[in-house]
């Protein structure tokens, strides 16, 4: 996403700091300040009204600690960017939504890392709701569909790829699951069933898995990478994959 805008809350209750923050993202960066507050209780006001992408936030205030945020915002829709001059609190946001910490007098380069990194967060977010959503606007029950005739142990079945979930490998052969959760044993292998299915439908996440697109409910990417099926079932993405997948949804999406 090019020309990325993003909007930002600082609390700080040093006029001076704020002003300072305020030039170096001026250089820095295209982030448009929405306000800033010199205590915690006005800040939050602010942020409820603003509705910011970043809040930039002192910890040592007087009143409230700066830390006493995540009371209000348990999981804050928005980045948090600590900018304090005292290194002990770091500990303290261990295990906490937090996108930065940076030591007073601020350091341009560590600024600049920051942001960048934020940017590419948020950019990520935004790419993932844009698929969520578009699926949901195609994902209804008279999804397009082909006739399909599958060979099995003891003749064939005849049906509709819209009732088709996934598919998965099983030795040598692939394991059909159906939409009413039933799961019919193909003598095919996983790349040979791929062919005989729409390819503006289904999608190889995983040398194992292959997905019919219109039954995602959202993608997951982390520590583990996976697309989660309307059913609950958990669908791995693989690495080589995942650079691509967003892109490749979009386009047989839009196929």
């Known amino acids: 996403m090019k020309n990325l805008r993003l909007r930002a809350v600082i609390i700080d209750d040093e006029v001076t ?3 300072m923050l305020i030039d170096l993202l001026g250089a820095l960066s295209t982030i448009n300040i929405a306000g800033t507050a010199t205590n915690l209780n006005d800040g939050i006001n602010l942020i ?3 509705q910011p992408d970043i809040v930039f936030l002192d910890i040592n205030m007087p009143d409230r600690n700066g830390l006493e945020i995540y009371n209000d915002f348990k999981n804050p829709p928005f980045k948090i960017i600590f ?3 005292y290194q002990q609190y770091a500990i303290k946001v261990v295990g906490r939504p937090v996108s930065g910490y940076l030591l007073k007098p601020l350091d341009v380069s560590e600024l600049q890392k920051t942001l960048n990194k934020v940017t590419e967060e948020i950019e990520h977010e935004q790419a993932h709701l844009q698929l969520e959503e578009k699926i949901n606007i195609m994902n209804t029950p008279e999804m397009a569909g082909d006739n399909i005739l599958l ?3 003891h ?4 049906g509709n790829t819209r009732n088709i979930v996934y598919c998965y490998a099983k030795n040598s052969y692939s394991m059909v699951v159906m939409n009413t959760q039933k799961e019919v044993l193909v003598p095919k292998s996983l790349k040979e069933l791929q062919v005989l299915l729409p390819v503006n439908q289904f999608y190889r996440t995983h040398k194992s898995f292959l997905i019919n697109i219109f039954y995602i409910q959202k993608f997951v990417r982390g520590k583990e990478n996976y697309v989660l ?3 609950g079932t958990k669908i791995p993405v693989a690495l080589r994959t995942l650079s ?8 047989k999406l839009m196929e």
Request: hydrophobic content about 45%.
């Open 17 to 19: 700091a704020i002003l």
């Open 48 to 50: 409820k009204t603003t």
């Open 83 to 85: 900018c304090t001059a």
């Open 151 to 153: 060979d099995v142990e």
């Open 155 to 158: 003749g064939f079945i005849l």
């Open 229 to 231: 099926l309307e059913s």
């Open 244 to 251: 691509v997948f967003s892109k490749d949804i979009k386009k």
